[in-house]
């Protein structure tokens, strides 16, 4: 890769069928003081170029290690072991040097995740922030970096830019700093945002504005979407598909209408049930599913959601269902829910 390709303008790319992103047989395997822990175990996707995916799971499913990994923040070194493909608009992630990598982040693809704060240097005001991105990767002198931040404070949403700019994190509310970490994410332009619980931390209001906000820079920038979260009422309207993850496998993907009205892993059709109700206080909002994800460490065999499954039978523990199904719409399970949508053989329980 040279330098040239990593710093196109989305708009200027030449117009290919090439997919924005390829995840093929994608491994990531930690190892730990109790052996190797597979985060993540064998996960396909493809993301067209503009196209929003949701990737849901409850905690500990592997979804922020996938997203690290794409982005080639883990990588086959030290304790862990990457096997598999990432490629991001062509490019061979996992085969890139460092410097290149460093190239790539920004310009293709951007991340922004959870929690603002750790993302945000208390010392630093808004402006260094961004500047410091902006000046790294387009080489701009200082009067056009700040132009540029103020045109990205501007951008998402931030009131009052020029005064903003000049303050401290710690003089924004939770909901303007994570406005910051976008408008950081997105300063280069990248043509992929990954957006890993987003909106966690902040309260429903805020959420809700925040996530209303990577919408519309969705749709004004044309870049793709990948949006993690532990809840599917958030990526819901908000995606064009879905990939739901379990202990570090994809369970199931459709389009997103297909899975919200025809779930068929029983572990999709828990989530979709557990999906709090965020206009009720907390102490009202629907349980989470019972029992807990395996120890990663040492999954059961089988499918791994069978020990948690009211539909499990004897095969279910015996043998791993393969992701497959009809029409784009894939599911890893012996024995499907909402199986009458199901061609016959598929549907037999
Ligand atoms: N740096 C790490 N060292 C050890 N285990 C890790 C590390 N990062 C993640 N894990 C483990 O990998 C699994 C997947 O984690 P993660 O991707 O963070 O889940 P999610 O984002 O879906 O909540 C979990 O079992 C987690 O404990
Ligand atoms: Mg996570």
Same mark, same amino acid.
């Given at each position: 890769?040279?330098?040239?390709?990593?710093?196109v303008h989305?708009?200027?790319?030449?117009v290919?069928?090439?997919?924005?992103l390829?995840?093929?047989?994608?491994?990531?395997?930690?190892q730990? %003081?109790?052996?190797?822990?597979k985060a993540?175990?064998?996960?396909?996707?493809?993301l067209r170029?503009?196209?929003?995916?949701?990737?849901v799971?409850?905690?500990g499913?592997g979804?922020s290690?996938?997203?690290?990994?794409?982005?080639?923040?883990?990588?086959?070194?030290?304790?862990i072991?990457?096997t598999?493909k990432v490629?991001l608009?062509?490019?061979?992630?996992q085969?890139?040097?460092?410097?290149?990598l460093?190239?790539?982040w920004?310009?293709k693809?951007?991340?922004v995740f959870?929690?603002?704060l750790?993302?945000l240097?208390?010392v630093?005001?808004?402006g260094v922030?961004?500047t410091e991105?902006v000046r790294?990767?387009?080489?701009?002198?200082?009067?056009?970096?700040?132009?540029?931040?103020?045109?990205?404070?501007d951008?998402?949403?931030?009131p009052?830019?020029r005064r903003?700019?000049?303050?401290?994190?710690?003089?924004l509310?939770?909901?303007?700093?994570?406005?910051v970490?976008?408008a950081?994410?997105?300063?280069n332009e990248?043509?992929?945002l990954? %957006?890993?619980?987003?909106?966690?931390?902040?309260d429903?209001t805020v959420?809700?504005?925040?996530?209303d906000?990577?919408?519309?820079?969705?749709a004004?920038?044309g870049?793709a979407?990948?949006?993690?979260s532990?809840n599917?009422?958030?990526?819901a309207?908000?995606t064009?598909?879905?990939?739901v993850?379990y202990a570090?496998?994809?369970?199931?993907?459709?389009?997103?209408?297909s899975?919200?009205?025809?779930?068929?892993?029983?572990?999709a059709?828990a989530?979709?049930a557990a999906?709090?109700?965020?206009?009720e206080?907390?102490?009202l909002?629907? %349980?989470?599913?019972?029992g807990?994800?395996?120890d990663?460490?040492a999954?059961?065999p089988?499918?791994r959601?069978?020990p948690?499954?009211?539909?499990?039978?004897?095969?279910?523990?015996?043998?791993a269902?393969?992701?497959?199904?009809?029409g784009?719409?894939?599911?890893a399970?012996?024995?499907?829910v909402? %199986?009458?949508?199901?061609p016959d053989?598929?549907?037999e329980?």
């Amino acid at each position: 890769m040279t330098q040239s390709t990593a710093q196109v303008h989305p708009a200027q790319a030449p117009v290919t069928d090439q997919p924005m992103l390829v995840v093929d047989d994608l491994r990531t395997v930690i190892q730990t %003081a109790r052996g190797p822990l597979k985060a993540v175990d064998g996960v396909s996707l493809i993301l067209r170029k503009g196209e929003a995916l949701g990737i849901v799971g409850e905690s500990g499913s592997g979804k922020s290690v996938l997203g690290r990994t794409i982005m080639g923040l883990h990588r086959t070194e030290g304790p862990i072991t990457v096997t598999g493909k990432v490629l991001l608009d062509g490019i061979d992630v996992q085969a890139l040097e460092r410097k290149q990598l460093t190239e790539l982040w920004g310009s293709k693809v951007g991340m922004v995740f959870q929690d603002p704060l750790t993302a945000l240097n208390p010392v630093k005001k808004v402006g260094v922030h961004l500047t410091e991105t902006v000046r790294k990767h387009r080489g701009l002198n200082r009067a056009q970096a700040r132009e540029r931040a103020l045109e990205l404070l501007d951008l998402v949403g931030i009131p009052d830019s020029r005064r903003r700019i000049d303050q401290y994190p710690h003089e924004l509310s939770g909901g303007m700093r994570q406005r910051v970490v976008i408008a950081m994410a997105l300063a280069n332009e990248p043509e992929l945002l990954i %957006a890993d619980e987003p909106t966690t931390a902040l309260d429903v209001t805020v959420q809700r504005q925040i996530l209303d906000l990577l919408d519309r820079l969705r749709a004004e920038l044309g870049m793709a979407l990948i949006l993690i979260s532990h809840n599917l009422g958030v990526v819901a309207g908000r995606t064009d598909r879905v990939a739901v993850m379990y202990a570090g496998r994809v369970v199931e993907t459709a389009d997103a209408r297909s899975l919200f009205t025809q779930p068929h892993h029983p572990y999709a059709e828990a989530l979709l049930a557990a999906i709090p109700d965020l206009d009720e206080p907390p102490h009202l909002r629907l %349980a989470a599913i019972d029992g807990s994800p395996p120890d990663m460490s040492a999954p059961p065999p089988g499918c791994r959601f069978a020990p948690r499954c009211r539909y499990a039978q004897d095969d279910c523990v015996a043998v791993a269902p393969v992701l497959d199904g009809p029409g784009g719409h894939l599911f890893a399970c012996h024995h499907p829910v909402n %199986a009458g949508s199901l061609p016959d053989e598929r549907g037999e329980r």
